[in-house]
């Protein structure tokens, strides 16, 4: 007998279940990460953005087609008004196993108890560096101590999980894979390395020449630390390793050197409604456009998002020597 598929679940044309939906919340930040953002940047009008209310009608809709997971990132999404009501209103909806956020760290000192009310309960905290000349060099604006200090905020509050996140670029932070590893050591967190991904024109280096490989990472990390491969996964795409007689994994992601595609879990929502099937891909629905043409039809908001499957692509088409391939930034869909 062929088993009946329950037919909310999402499932795209690769046989691809997705049951993770990251939502960039706003496209403002404190912060201008040299891989991140232009130096300059023009924000999205407010009537372009989504509104709380709407964010919220989307994530019941996901959780209601089969998404167990939801991260709230951005731009810098504690910097939101109302982050904190959204964040509760998302963390109690029936059926969402897991919330979790990425945050630059730059409001946690204070903000870390409220999140935990909120019932978030895995942190990504992004930490490119432990030098604080540096770290103001890369975020051009951000203060090291602010962000570790919330790193200690964090703590405090016993969240499941914390991980920092380091984007790795050759000649500004690479020397530093060892520092940061015996940081999260010491702290009992994770970390996970990035490879820096072609989205958005940035001016202060070129992308293939700043290319620093996980496999590179790795190879600097092993004569200080036995890392053994580990099977777990945390829906992401990360590949992690123990570092052995610590709490710590290390994960590499690597959208270069590792393709992860074949089994994406995942879709994005920018800070302007379009649902996002790839990151590396332009291929998009405007569901702020059903949300405010039929206000209330979740009916209808629901079968634009099974619909979207259906355009899924089966793989990014990164290419870190012809930048920029996609020309949105980070921030409007969310790292
Ligand atoms: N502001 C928050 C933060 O920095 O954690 C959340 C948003 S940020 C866009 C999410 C993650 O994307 C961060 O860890 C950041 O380092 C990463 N990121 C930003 N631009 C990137 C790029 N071009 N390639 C790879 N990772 C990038
Ligand atoms: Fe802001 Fe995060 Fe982008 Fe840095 S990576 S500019 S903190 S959104």
Do not use: W
């Not at 709407?54 to 504690?78: C, D, N, Y």
């Not at 946690?108 to 030098?131: C, F, G, H, W, Y």
């Not at 951000?142 to 790795?168: H, M, P, T, Y």
């Not at 990035?194 to 020449?209: K, N, T």
């Amino acid at each position: 007998m062929t088993p009946v598929l329950n037919p909310t679940l999402l499932i795209d044309r690769f046989g691809r279940t997705v049951d993770y939906l990251r939502i960039s919340i706003t496209d403002r930040c404190d912060f201008r990460c040299v891989y991140c953002m232009a130096e300059e940047m023009t924000f999205l009008p407010r009537a372009h953005v989504l509104s709380l209310e709407e964010i919220e009608s989307l994530a019941q809709a996901f959780v209601e087609l089969g998404v167990k997971k939801i991260r709230i990132t951005g731009g810098e999404p504690l910097v939101r008004k109302g982050a904190l009501e959204l964040l509760t209103q998302i963390g109690h909806l029936d059926g969402l196993e897991e919330l979790v956020i990425t945050t630059n760290g730059s409001q946690l000192e204070t903000m870390a108890p409220a999140l935990k009310a909120a019932q978030v309960k895995r942190i990504n905290i992004s930490l490119d560096t432990l030098d604080a000349d540096k770290f103001k060099a890369i975020t051009r604006t951000g203060d090291l101590s602010q962000v570790l200090r919330g790193i200690q905020a964090a703590k405090a509050e016993g969240f499941d999980r914390i991980k920092l996140n380091a984007v790795i670029l050759k000649g500004r932070n690479h020397l530093e894979v060892n520092e940061l590893v015996q940081f999260a050591v010491d702290n009992e967190i994770d970390i996970s390395f990035i490879e820096e991904m072609p989205l958005g024109v940035v001016e202060q280096h070129d992308r293939a020449d700043a290319y620093y490989s996980s496999a590179a990472i790795k190879a600097d990390l092993e004569p200080h630390f036995t890392l053994i491969r580990t099977l777990e996964k945390t829906g992401g795409p990360s590949n992690y390793f123990n570092v052995v007689g610590t709490k710590t994994r290390v994960g590499f992601i690597s959208p270069h050197s590792d393709n992860f595609c074949s089994t994406c879990n995942r879709v994005r929502l920018t800070v302007e409604g379009r649902l996002l099937l790839c990151l590396g891909n332009e291929h998009s629905v405007d569901l702020k456009a059903v949300l405010r043409e039929h206000p209330g039809d979740m009916a209808l908001l629901k079968q634009a998002i099974i619909d979207a499957m259906l355009i899924k692509p089966e793989k990014h088409e990164f290419n870190i020597n012809e930048q920029p391939v996609i020309l949105r930034y980070m921030n409007m869909t969310g790292g």
